[in-house]
């Protein structure tokens, strides 16, 4: 799918001026949206976010932009989910008590807990080599992340989808495997920050319209 224009929702919790300069920059048209009504003629949809799961949830519930979102992925059209974005299409997260996300991808988002007794630091912040899931490691669209690259990643929490055949990428962490990206049909989701992680950021974001 040819993929140049695209529509970032901004519902004040998204890194959402870095993101726009970052698809702009690679040729990319953007646009910021932030009511229903702005559904109406978008094709590609990013979900940024940065901050707590059940703020999002409620900011999304009170501006009446969960029925856009869904209607939004049930059309076919991509939809782009980055950081907080990606957790929010999960069913929930235990993020302060369990609660509910928007049910797109089955699976949870929990918060990361040492394993093996291994030191670990939480949130997560830094730079982690990702690699792909089994599902997707013979998808050519998929062959820049057949060399080990790393990208960057700021988070207490992780999603665990129920599906391992929704598992893009991994990346592992004090010894603890997680999730660093989701595929499921026309929805893709990056637990880390494209927009923050140099030239592999850019190469990710150059190969959007491959990856949907």
């Known amino acids: 799918?040819?993929?140049?224009?695209?529509?970032?929702?901004d519902y004040g919790l998204g890194n959402i001026f870095s993101i726009?300069?970052?698809?702009?920059?690679?040729?990319?048209?953007?646009?910021?949206?932030?009511?229903p009504d702005d559904f109406k003629n978008i094709e590609t949809l990013i979900l940024p976010g940065v901050g707590a799961f059940g703020v999002?949830?409620?900011?999304?519930?009170?501006?009446?932009?969960i029925a856009p979102i869904k209607e939004h992925v049930a059309l076919g059209k991509p939809l782009i989910g980055i950081c907080l974005g990606m957790q929010l299409l999960f069913e929930s997260s235990t993020e302060h008590g369990k609660q509910d996300g928007l049910g797109i991808i089955k699976g949870s988002v929990e918060k990361f807990t040492p394993v093996n007794n291994l030191p670990?630091?939480?949130?997560?912040?830094?730079?982690?080599?990702?690699?792909?899931?089994?599902?997707f490691e013979k998808n050519t669209n998929f062959k820049i992340f057949n060399e080990e690259r790393d990208f960057y990643f700021v988070h207490s929490y992780f999603a665990k989808p129920?599906?391992?055949?929704?598992?893009?990428?991994?990346?592992?962490?004090?010894?603890l495997e997680f999730c660093a990206a989701v595929k499921h049909n026309n929805i893709l989701g990056?637990?880390?920050?494209?927009?923050?992680?140099?030239?592999?950021?850019?190469?990710?974001?150059e190969n959007i319209p491959l990856f949907i």
Not at 21 to 33: C, D, Q, Y
Not at 56 to 65: N, V
Not at 120 to 135: S, T
Not at 162 to 175: P, R
Request: aromatic residues 10%.
């Open 1 to 9: 799918m040819q993929v140049k224009e695209i529509a970032i929702l």
């Open 20 to 35: 726009n300069e970052s698809f702009k920059k690679l040729g990319f048209k953007t646009n910021l949206i932030s009511s």
């Open 56 to 65: 999002a949830m409620d900011y999304l519930k009170q501006h009446h932009l």
């Open 120 to 135: 670990m630091r939480v949130p997560h912040i830094g730079w982690n080599k990702v690699y792909l899931g089994k599902e």
């Open 162 to 175: 129920s599906n391992k055949q929704d598992v893009l990428l991994n990346a592992e962490y004090a010894g």
């Open 190 to 205: 990056f637990q880390f920050h494209p927009e923050n992680s140099a030239q592999n950021g850019q190469l990710l974001i």
